[in-house]
């Protein structure tokens, strides 16, 4: 899987491991072509063939082997690399198919009262954010030609390709989710900017300037920043795409001096503006547009939840057929591994009022 641990596993240890368990489980699905009796006895000698169930229990069998924590810890992580839905929402684990969480919508209010006079009563208002497991499956072909000899090389790919696949989706749910079933029903946060007025709603704005990213100055994103409450200031961050980062936001703080040559040669660890760290995700636009948000900012977390179900799953099957191709006759395995999550975007203002999370769009 490529990452060390607290375990104290190596990168090369990880990657070996998680390919024993892949080799292990090929074994037990297809038993009648594969039979890496080596990869099995590792991991029974290690315990990794005895993942158990959220809900509780142990099952062994077939299929329902989940990917051991230690695996799923790592793939999380690689997640978090190649994505930004777990790095910037709330991740809520769930221990059944919904959860509903309470949301503050609007506090007391306290009033001046005169002697003798009834106090003025308010009420704490409350709604709720509701979760709904849905089913995230990556499934493709594979050679058949597996061996024990490159267990290192088919566990790295395997993880990397899975996490990355998975990630991306995740990332296009955030953003640009739009209730269907490509999204898995989930509405991200375009579609719920779209909900507002763009120009009246104080947490959507367009640029002042004109309709092109070259035309975007400092006072755009200066704004930008201003209407974010304070209460989602702390722990607030852009989203955007590497490019807009680069042709934008770099030149400004050139221009204004904001980067030594130093910084421009060595790089930075985090990009930032104004102080504030800078999130990539090629899921945002890669080039201006005109009407288009091409940059989100803001307390992630206080506006989106995203629900962890369930651990993700490997199987394999040479049964098949994957888009009308025949396993058996090409020599192929399927692949297929699954996870379950939501995302919630929940938070985002009003057309009076700005919300943890705002947002910059091009003009018309």
Same mark, same amino acid.
């Given at each position: 899987?490529?990452?060390?641990?607290?375990?104290?596993?190596?990168?090369?240890?990880?990657?070996?491991?998680?390919?024993?368990?892949?080799?292990?489980?090929?074994?037990?699905?297809?038993?009648?072509?594969?039979?890496?009796?080596?990869?099995?006895?590792?991991?029974?000698?290690?315990?990794?063939?005895?993942?158990?169930?959220?809900?509780?229990?142990?099952?062994?069998?077939?299929?329902?082997?989940?990917?051991?924590?230690?695996?799923?810890?790592?793939?999380?992580?690689?997640?978090?690399?190649?994505?930004?839905?777990?790095?910037?929402?709330?991740?809520?684990?769930?221990?059944?198919?919904?959860?509903?969480?309470?949301?503050?919508?609007?506090?007391?209010?306290?009033?001046?009262?005169?002697?003798?006079?009834?106090?003025?009563?308010?009420?704490?208002?409350?709604?709720?954010?509701?979760?709904?497991?849905?089913?995230?499956?990556?499934?493709?072909?594979?050679?058949?030609?597996?061996?024990?000899?490159?267990?290192?090389?088919?566990?790295?790919?395997?993880?990397?390709?899975?996490?990355?696949?998975?990630?991306?989706?995740?990332?296009?749910?955030?953003?640009?989710?739009?209730?269907?079933?490509?999204?898995?029903?989930?509405?991200?946060?375009?579609?719920?900017?779209?909900?507002?007025?763009?120009?009246?709603?104080?947490?959507?704005?367009? &640029?002042?300037? $004109?309709? =092109?990213? /070259?035309?975007?100055? @400092? +006072?755009?994103? #200066?704004?930008?920043?201003?209407?974010?409450?304070?209460?989602?200031?702390?722990?607030?961050?852009?989203?955007?795409?590497?490019?807009?980062?680069?042709?934008?936001?770099?030149?400004?703080?050139?221009?204004?001096?904001?980067?030594?040559?130093?910084?421009?040669?060595?790089?930075?660890?985090?990009?930032?503006?104004?102080?504030?760290?800078?999130?990539?995700?090629?899921?945002?636009?890669?080039?201006?547009?005109?009407?288009?948000?091409?940059?989100?900012?803001?307390?992630?977390?206080?506006?989106?939840?995203?629900?962890?179900?369930?651990?993700?799953?490997?199987?394999?099957?040479?049964?098949?057929?994957?888009?009308?191709?025949?396993?058996?006759?090409?020599?192929?395995?399927?692949?297929?591994?699954?996870?379950?999550?939501?995302?919630?975007?929940? &938070?985002?203002? $009003?057309? =009076?009022? /700005?919300?943890?999370? @705002? +947002?910059?769009? #091009?003009?018309?």
């Amino acid at each position: 899987a490529g990452h060390a641990a607290g375990d104290g596993y190596t990168r090369e240890e990880k990657a070996y491991r998680f390919g024993q368990f892949a080799l292990a489980k090929a074994s037990i699905d297809l038993p009648g072509t594969y039979r890496f009796s080596n990869s099995t006895r590792f991991c029974n000698d290690h315990g990794m063939l005895n993942a158990s169930h959220l809900e509780g229990g142990s099952d062994v069998t077939g299929s329902h082997i989940f990917v051991p924590e230690e695996f799923g810890t790592d793939l999380i992580k690689l997640r978090e690399e190649y994505g930004v839905a777990r790095q910037l929402c709330k991740v809520v684990p769930m221990t059944s198919d919904t959860r509903t969480d309470p949301r503050w919508s609007s506090g007391l209010t306290a009033y001046f009262t005169g002697e003798g006079a009834a106090a003025t009563v308010s009420t704490m208002v409350h709604n709720q954010v509701r979760l709904t497991a849905k089913k995230m499956t990556v499934l493709s072909t594979y050679s058949s030609e597996l061996s024990e000899d490159s267990v290192i090389d088919f566990g790295n790919t395997l993880a990397g390709e899975m996490a990355y696949a998975e990630a991306l989706k995740e990332d296009q749910c955030l953003v640009d989710g739009d209730g269907t079933s490509t999204y898995g029903h989930i509405r991200g946060l375009k579609t719920m900017f779209a909900t507002l007025t763009l120009g009246t709603a104080p947490g959507y704005r367009d &640029s002042a300037t $004109s309709n =092109t990213w /070259a035309a975007i100055v @400092v +006072a755009d994103l #200066t704004k930008l920043i201003s209407v974010v409450p304070v209460y989602a200031q702390k722990n607030m961050k852009f989203l955007c795409s590497s490019q807009f980062y680069f042709q934008v936001m770099v030149p400004l703080l050139n221009a204004a001096g904001g980067l030594t040559g130093a910084e421009m040669q060595n790089g930075l660890r985090r990009p930032m503006f104004q102080g504030i760290p800078v999130f990539f995700s090629q899921v945002m636009g890669t080039a201006t547009a005109t009407s288009t948000i091409a940059c989100f900012l803001g307390d992630f977390a206080m506006g989106c939840s995203f629900g962890d179900r369930r651990k993700m799953t490997l199987e394999f099957s040479k049964d098949a057929y994957v888009d009308s191709v025949s396993l058996f006759t090409n020599d192929l395995i399927a692949v297929k591994s699954s996870q379950r999550i939501d995302i919630n975007v929940h &938070s985002i203002g $009003s057309d =009076t009022e /700005a919300g943890p999370i @705002v +947002a910059l769009s #091009t003009g018309s």
